[in-house]
């Protein structure tokens, strides 16, 4: 059998397979470098003091080996954490409808704070986060929902590789323009925080703005199988950027109610709600995003107010596991999300997929 196409990225990072992962677990990034993928680890959500501890713990399983971190870094936030004025930006219709559905769900009070109902997103945060990736011996610094020029510079100067994800051509041009190394061209289709263009559709046109200029680019959303990768690379991608699949990963520790909501679902089963951040977001549908989205039901607040009203009922339903309103980010890819496995299982499948793809090509003689 021919082996999986080696693209110029993956000489670039030293990386086997053209294998890209997106996760919040540690334990993903290592075991997905392992199994010869290139892992990215996502601290947006951490506070910039649990970051050091995070990095280094991959670092201690995965030697040399080169790894990435990615932070969400969107324009507009308020400067600092003033609660007096994030408060003031919440209207009492907003939290009579988030006390409502702790009443409508029985939702106990949460006696941890988690992210999402300790801290608020704004440009000291950033700073701080920045700051401590900056610090690290990451190899590559991602970033998401927001460009900041100066961050990109600062990075490449220290010899990290950067790397931007991208929702339009205008996207891609201006992420070039910043200076990042490689694109991810991520589609409609993929969880998170996702933009209206389909990634069939997005990436032969970030591929036009980044193939003249010498960047490469990674596609991503939507994208379970090994099939699709083959196909992504054969439209000129030099890798595929998941997110999803690695939530059914054994090494994620998804709790068993979340894994029953993802297995279960299908891909018209994930919905791009603001009802998450304030930003769209595509989500596992969930009774959360039904709720907000019932007639007579608030618009969501902006980013940060959304989860500065949200927080501490989000943080309860993850505290008490409350079923029905329990949700993630995730893509149309969820549909390949069956069982729990491996993540050297899963990426076992993917390269079968792949030959399987190469293989449907030689018998037609191409
Ligand atoms: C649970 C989850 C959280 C995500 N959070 C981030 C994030 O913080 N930063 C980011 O750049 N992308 C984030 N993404 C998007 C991924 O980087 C990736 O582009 C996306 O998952 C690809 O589509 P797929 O989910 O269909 O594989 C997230 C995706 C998921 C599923």
Redesign the pocket.
């Known amino acids: 059998m021919s082996p999986v196409p080696r693209t110029p990225v993956c000489e670039r990072l030293g990386i086997r397979l053209p294998i890209f992962g ?3 677990e540690p334990e993903v990034v290592i075991a997905l470098t392992r199994a010869g993928g290139f892992g ?1 680890l ?4 951490e506070p910039p003091e649990a970051i050091p501890e995070m990095v280094a713990r991959v670092r201690h399983d995965i030697g040399d080996a080169r790894f990435g971190v ?3 870094l969107p324009a507009g936030m308020p400067e600092r954490d003033d609660p007096a004025a994030i408060a003031a930006r919440i209207p009492k219709e907003h939290r009579a409808f988030v006390a409502g559905l702790r009443e409508r769900f029985a939702v106990p009070p949460a006696t941890r704070p988690n992210f999402f109902s300790s801290v608020v997103r704004t440009q000291a945060l950033f700073a701080r986060q920045i700051e401590a990736v900056l610090g690290s011996d990451v190899d590559l610094i ?4 927001g460009l900041p020029p100066e961050m990109l510079r600062r990075a490449k100067d220290a010899g990290r590789m950067t790397l931007s ?1 991208v929702g339009t051509a205008a996207h891609a041009r201006a992420a070039i323009d910043a200076g990042a190394d490689i694109l ?1 061209a ?2 409609h ?6 933009g209206p263009i389909g ?1 069939m559709s997005l990436l032969p046109q970030v591929i036009e703005v980044a193939e003249p200029r010498g960047v490469p680019v990674l596609a ?5 199988t090994g099939a699709q990768i083959f196909g992504a690379i054969a439209m000129g991608a030099q890798g595929a ?7 059914g990963a054994r090494e994620n520790r998804t709790s068993r109610t979340l894994l029953a909501r993802l297995a279960a679902a299908g891909s018209a089963d994930t919905v791009v709600t603001r009802a998450h951040s304030g930003k769209p977001c ?2 596992v549908r969930s009774a959360w995003s039904d709720a907000w989205a019932e007639p007579g039901a608030p618009e969501p607040l902006p980013m940060p107010y959304q989860h500065a009203l949200t927080g501490e009922l989000l943080a309860s339903i993850e505290e008490h596991d409350v079923a029905p309103l329990v949700y ?7 549909h390949w999300v069956r069982e729990e496995r491996s993540v050297a299982q899963i990426v076992d499948e993917l390269v079968g997929g792949i030959l399987q793809a190469q293989a449907r090509l030689r018998a037609l003689g191409a």
């Open positions: 997106f996760s919040h990215v996502g601290v947006a959500r990615d932070l969400m991602a970033t998401a929902v994800l991810v991520q589609g289709d993929a969880g998170g925080h996702t990634t991503a959303g939507g994208i379970g950027w998941l997110g999803t699949l690695w939530l595509r989500v993630e980010a995730a893509g149309q890819s969820v």
